[in-house]
T-cell receptor, first 109, second 114 residues
Framework: QQPVQSPQAVILREGEDAVINCSSSKALYSVHWYRQKHGEAPVFLMI?????EQKGHDKISASFNEKKQQSSLYLTASQLSYSGTYFC??????????FGKGTRLSVIA | DTGVSQDPRHKITKRGQNVTFRCDPISEHNRLYWYRQTLGQGPEFLTYFQNEAQLEKSRLLSDRFSAERPKGSFSTLEIQRTEQGDSAMYLCASSLAARTDTQYFGPGTRLTVL
């Protein structure tokens, strides 16, 4: 079942923060986050496994709340290069990744 | 380190024609995935291989679609008797062996069926 992402779109000014959420009705084993720029392939950001761990690199981090079956992606002090569509892919049991519809992020100067 | 490559990058065909796409994964990756992506949607899983074995196929993959990975290296995806609804970006991804391993995507093949 496809995870639900929110918001569908967000516009930020450089330096502002954003949170993108990904929710599933299924018990998840892992959540994968990708960013895709227009006309390009999705680029991997991070994987979170069940256990509620939080990961991050640079100014992008994510958490996984196993009880709520929800993951959140945190972008702090956004840069123009953060613009793109962010997808979460969820895995429940021994099943292929199911991707959400994406959150379109636009960072403006 | 070369990434995942796909060929061709763009394909325009007429309805009813057959098309074949190729994917070359990262060399040490055992798993290879095919996805389809349409405008405003995330990638939709089509099928995946563990080495040369095709382990799972989505119900999206009608009998007009077939995929192979003959020697566990590159893979081909063929669509027979194309329909306008097949127009989409076809993405290939590869990963190491475990299901939680990162999938690295290729640039995709954009198919337009006229």
């Amino acid at each position: 079942q496809q995870p639900v992402q929110s918001p569908q779109a967000v516009i930020l000014r450089e330096g502002e923060d954003a949170v993108i959420n990904c929710s599933s009705s299924k018990a998840l084993y892992s959540v994968h986050w990708y960013r895709q720029k227009h006309g390009e392939a999705p680029v991997f950001l991070m994987i979170l496994l069940k256990g509620g761990e939080q990961k991050g690199h640079d100014k992008i981090s994510a958490s996984f709340n196993e009880k709520k079956q929800q993951s959140s992606l945190y972008l702090t002090a956004s840069q123009l290069s953060y613009s793109g569509t962010y997808f979460c892919g969820t895995e429940a049991g021994n099943t292929p990744l199911v991707f959400g519809k994406g959150t379109r992020l636009s960072v403006i100067a | 380190d070369t990434g995942v490559s796909q060929d061709p990058r763009h394909k325009i065909t007429k309805r009813g024609q057959n098309v074949t796409f190729r994917c070359d994964p990262i060399s040490e990756h055992n798993r290879l995935y095919w996805y389809r992506q349409t405008l405003g949607q995330g990638p939709e899983f089509l099928t995946y291989f563990q080495n040369e074995a095709q382990l799972e196929k989505s119900r999206l993959l009608s009998d007009r679609f077939s995929a192979e990975r003959p020697k566990g290296s590159f893979s081909t995806l063929e669509i027979q008797r194309t329909e306008q609804g097949d127009s989409a970006m076809y993405l290939c991804a590869s990963s190491l062996a475990a299901r939680t391993d990162t999938q690295y995507f290729g640039p995709g093949t954009r198919l337009t069926v006229l």
